[in-house]
């Protein structure tokens, strides 16, 4: 395992516990990409590069370049040579022309795996990882690509990123930096992304590629609720246990492009990076761009692999926070119990009550700060309303604190409302267009953060904050996406670094507040679930995975997000009925095992809320607890989908080592006439005895997962139900 060249055939090997991936390089020093797939346990050639072959007449007799550039599967191709299918670099040199051709020059082959400037990284001991770096150059720019491959062999991952380095003396500007590609013969793909909106984010969608193009992206300065930074290509017989799967993620918050692309010669090229649209990065003399990380990996086992491999990888390898693995505090967010109607007393008075019903801690969402009693006010403007804080913030955390509950508190820090204090003062601090108006959204604009000073005032805003009373917990919301892209001090050549900028300036805020705050449980969230990715997964352990808290609506947000995602990182609340969004009603069990899939809390005025819903709320903060060390390092897997046209939802939690599994089960619409379901489960010990909690009842291993575990399809919709198997001794 790991990784190897082989000189003789200028191959490099990377090796994971279940897969290799081979690179080859072509006699004129292309980096040419061989094989990704099942592990190959005997070497490994290059003919699959086809270097001989002539695809079409006129290059009969011998290679031509435009023909052969146009067809060889590459690693990293850049634009404007004769590879006409979507190029990952291009490069525009001092004259003004756009063309680049990569050349190798040397490798490094080291244990361990550095990080990434400013942004975002997986990371490994040196025995858990092992990178390559390919250094390619164009001769004529004098431009240095550094292309950066990390083996994670326990998780069957590989890491890319890309570095380029100006080291020439002329001025070159990069209008595409993409994070990594993967050419490969077509196998009938289809390509599964996650898709949807404000309210419906991450929902699955599967379909066969064709011809030409086809993308997910995001040109909204995030990485959104509409499409999501993950791509799979997958063959067609592929399940949740059997096919083959390609896919990728990518560890950055900002603008991206995802894309398969069927070229003529029936080839699929998958590449993703930051969207080359509003993109344009200035390289003078001697300086370098990093481009950030993409996450692959393969299963030759379908999307249930797929998906323990990323789950493992995140929790292992970028995952940071100290609170992963700790007894996450079963919150109470007032968000949809008060809106902005709130002062300290009615915060005092759900304390109190969520104290005697066992949550541990009190989050103050959107409100209490500035002039805001609605949302068209006061972002960038972070002084205490003492009109509804009335006795002042330390205050108000001392009382929660006595109540015997932690203390959480809301921020926007990456935004400013017109009516503001802040925007009187530095109007130019919204991102705008010179001499434009720029548009307003939930009628705020976009702190500029690409311009130093404003991410100093913004961090110190909430750093003073946090600083002045013991708040465990900060929900860092960002309520609407960028457009008027313009910054006010950047020059005419650097408008289109502005968007980028801008991703790094909410990456130093976040890594300057967990560094300064060690302790704190950072949640993210944006307008709901727009902000789910893997580079915010870098600095906060869990996400706000959607405002939509309807049980039914978060069985597909959570099966798409958990697609990708460890369930430990995905922000679930019970809220009220009907619930605010859709209406529905649901019953108070099913809304809380549906949320204990993630971050457990509550989000309704428990002052409010019928007694016999308010008496079962302690048994749920326990059952949370029982089974969070399992929920948070155990396997999943997906038994049953609702959103794939089930009338029912399952998800099974397995422990690593089979000696329990947690089954939920959801009964979305009852059947009329129809016999019980065998829930077939996995993960289990076959010859091993289970029994299930609660019960006498005993089954072997192989039983529960050959034959199944029955559900009866009882009277009622949106009825849930838990049974957790417990290994014999
Ligand atoms: C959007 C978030 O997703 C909600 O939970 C809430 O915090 C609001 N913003 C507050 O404005």
Redesign the pocket.
């Given at each position: 395992m790991g990784i190897k060249y082989v000189e003789e055939k200028k191959i490099f090997h990377l090796d994971t516990g279940h897969t290799t991936y081979l690179i080859g390089l072509s006699p004129e020093g292309y980096v040419g990409h061989i094989y990704y797939g099942r592990r190959l346990k005997s070497g490994g050639s290059n003919y699959l590069l086809r270097m001989n072959e002539a695809p079409f007449t006129p290059s009969v007799r011998e290679r031509e370049k435009a023909s052969f550039m146009d067809f060889f599967p590459t690693e990293y191709p850049a634009g404007g040579v004769g590879d006409y299918r979507e190029s990952c670099l291009d490069v525009r040199s001092a004259s003004g022309s756009v063309g680049c051709e990569l050349i190798f020059k040397e490798y490094r082959i080291f244990r361990g795996k550095p990080g990434l400037a400013g942004l975002p990284a997986s990371f490994g001991r040196e025995g858990e990882v092992e990178t390559l770096e390919l250094v390619c150059e164009d001769a004529l720019l004098k431009l240095e690509v550094t292309l950066s491959y990390s083996v994670f062999a326990d998780t069957d991952v590989i890491t890319r990123s890309v570095r380029v380095e100006n080291r020439g003396e002329e001025h070159l500007k990069l209008e595409k930096v993409y994070s990594a590609c993967l050419d490969m013969d077509n196998r009938e793909f289809e390509m599964l992304t996650l898709v949807g909106s404000w309210a419906r984010e991450r929902h699955i969608q599967r379909g066969r590629i064709r011809c030409g193009k086809q993308m997910v992206s995001s040109t909204k300065g995030e990485s959104s609720h509409q499409e999501h930074p993950f791509l799979a290509l997958v063959t067609p017989e592929t399940t949740e246990e059997t096919g083959e799967v390609y896919a990728m993620n990518f560890v950055y918050s900002g603008n991206f492009m995802a894309q398969a692309e069927l070229s003529q010669f029936r080839q699929v090229r998958m590449t993703m990076g930051i969207h080359a649209d509003y993109f344009c990065w200035n390289l003078r003399p001697g300086e370098s761009f990093q481009a950030p990380e993409a996450v692959l990996t393969y299963s030759a086992e379908g999307l249930g692999r797929m998906t323990r491999n990323f789950h493992d990888f995140y929790r292992g390898h970028l995952i940071r926070s100290p609170h992963q693995y700790a007894k996450r505090p079963v919150l109470i967010?007032n968000?949809?119990a008060t809106?902005f109607d709130f002062n300290s007393e009615k915060l005092l008075e759900i304390a109190r009550e969520a104290k005697k019903a066992g949550i541990e801690m009190l989050v103050m969402?959107?409100?209490w700060f500035g002039k805001r009693n609605f949302?068209d006010s006061s972002l960038g403007d972070w002084t205490v309303n003492e009109e509804k804080i009335t006795s002042g913030l330390p205050d108000l955390v001392r009382k929660v604190n006595e109540i015997g509950l932690q203390f959480g508190i809301?921020f926007?820090p990456e935004m400013i409302s017109p009516d503001s204090e802040l925007y009187r003062k530095h109007p130019d601090w919204a991102i705008q267009i010179a001499g434009r108006t720029p548009a307003q959204s939930?009628t705020q604009y976009v702190l500029d953060l690409s311009r130093k000073e404003i991410v100093d005032y913004a961090y110190n805003c909430v750093a003073k904050i946090l600083r002045s009373a013991p708040i465990a917990y900060v929900?860092w919301?960002m309520?609407r996406q960028l457009c008027d892209i313009g910054g006010a001090c950047l020059d005419r050549e650097s408008q289109g670094e502005l968007m980028h900028r801008y991703v790094l300036g909410v990456y130093e805020m976040q890594e300057r507040l967990v560094t300064d705050f060690p302790e704190l449980l950072l949640e993210n969230?944006?307008?709901?679930?727009a902000r789910f990715d893997p580079g915010m997964l870098y600095y906060s352990p869990q996400i706000?995975c959607?405002?939509n808290v309807d049980a039914v609506e978060r069985l597909r947000i959570q099966e798409g997000t958990a697609l990708v995602y460890p369930l430990s990182t995905m922000g679930a609340h019970v809220g009220d009925c009907p619930n605010h969004i859709v209406g529905r009603n649901t019953p108070f069990d099913t809304r809380a095992h549906v949320a204990m899939a993630g971050a457990f809390g509550y989000?309704l005025d428990i002052t409010k809320i019928a007694e016999e819903e308010r008496a079962k709320i302690p048994a749920q903060v326990e059952e949370y607890h029982r089974y969070q060390p399992l929920m948070q390092r155990g396997d999943y897997y997906r038994l049953a989908s609702w959103s794939m046209e089930k009338p029912y939802d399952c998800w099974e939690v397995a422990s690593k080592d089979g000696s329990e599994a947690l089954v939920t089960f959801v009964q979305v619409l009852a059947e009329p006439n129809v016999h019980s379901y065998a829930l077939r489960l996995k993960g289990l010990l076959a010859q091993a005895e289970y029994v299930l909690e609660g019960t006498d009842q005993t089954w072997y291993g192989e039983e529960l997962m050959q034959c199944g575990y029955l559900v009866l399809s009882g009277q009622g919709d949106f009825r849930s139900s838990r049974y957790h198997f417990v290994k014999k001794q």
């Open positions: 967010n968000w949809e809106y969402d959107d409100g949302d809301w926007e939930r929900k919301d309520n969230c944006s307008g709901g679930g706000w959607s405002d989000e």
